[in-house]
């Protein structure tokens, strides 16, 4: 385990509402990364970060906001959740032109 | 505009046999390429990786191979075993450029390796 602890791992909620999801680490990695996984996609970088309030968007990055006020902590904002963004998230922690490390996903589903 | 492609969403071959997947890239800045593998309800897992100041890399049963003139890599695994079966995402990073920093994954190829 590399230290990277996503919540929630599951989150149903309706269209229109916003949510939150967290991605934290305990390794002090300087770079953090949000994608989405879909059927065909592969895994699509949504927003990242390399380092405190230094944020940068992806290549899906419209619908989405992100914040990170300390070294641990990634959160990814959906402000208000459409059913396109029904998908499996995950979050990933390393350094420049060393692998990254990916937590376990958080399952959501936008009804 | 996908700057990473895996062109082959499966492959199957039999045990024991070399298993190759292969990924294509259009972004001359991309100086790092990585392998995961995936399994289902997972986060990926790190495989192996290049740096473009090489052309291969071996680790154990896996080895990369980087063509940069092409803009092409490959990963070889040999000899292939049942537990290889998984999604197979090949990534590439750049220290320099407007994609600085970003790690951009392909769409994956789903490996199956039979008994």
């Known amino acids: 385990d590399a230290g990277i602890t996503q919540s929630p791992r599951h989150k149903v909620t309706e269209t229109g509402t916003p949510v939150t999801l967290r991605c934290h680490q305990t390794?002090?990695?300087?770079?953090m990364y949000w994608y989405r996984q879909d059927p065909g996609h592969g895994l699509r970088l949504i927003h990242y970060s390399y380092g405190v309030k230094d944020t940068d968007k992806g290549e899906v990055s419209d619908g989405y906001s992100v914040s990170r006020s300390k070294t641990e902590d990634f959160l990814l904002t959906l402000e208000s959740a459409t059913s396109s963004q029904t998908s499996v998230y995950f979050c990933?922690?390393?350094?420049?032109?060393?692998?990254?490390?990916f937590g376990q996903g958080t399952r959501l589903t936008v009804v | 505009d996908q700057q990473v492609k895996q062109n082959s969403p499966s492959l199957s071959v039999q045990e024991g046999r070399i298993s190759i997947l292969n990924c294509d890239y259009t972004?001359?800045?991309?100086?790092?390429f990585l392998w995961y593998k995936k399994y289902p309800a997972e986060g990926p897992t790190f495989l192996i990786s290049?740096?473009?100041?090489?052309d291969k890399n071996e680790d154990g049963r896996f080895t990369v191979f980087l063509n940069k003139s092409a803009k092409h890599l490959s990963l070889h695994i040999v000899p292939s075993q049942p537990g290889d079966s998984a999604v197979y995402f090949c990534?590439?990073?750049?220290?320099?450029?407007?994609?600085?920093?970003?790690?951009?994954f392909g769409q994956g190829t789903i490996l199956t390796v039979h008994p």
């Open positions: 990933a922690i390393g350094e420049l032109n060393t692998e990254a490390f």
């Open positions: 990534a590439a990073s750049a220290s320099g450029g407007t994609s600085y920093g970003k790690l951009t």
């Open positions: 972004n001359s800045m991309f100086d790092y």
């Open positions: 290049i740096s473009s100041i090489k």
């Open positions: 390794e002090n990695h300087r770079y």
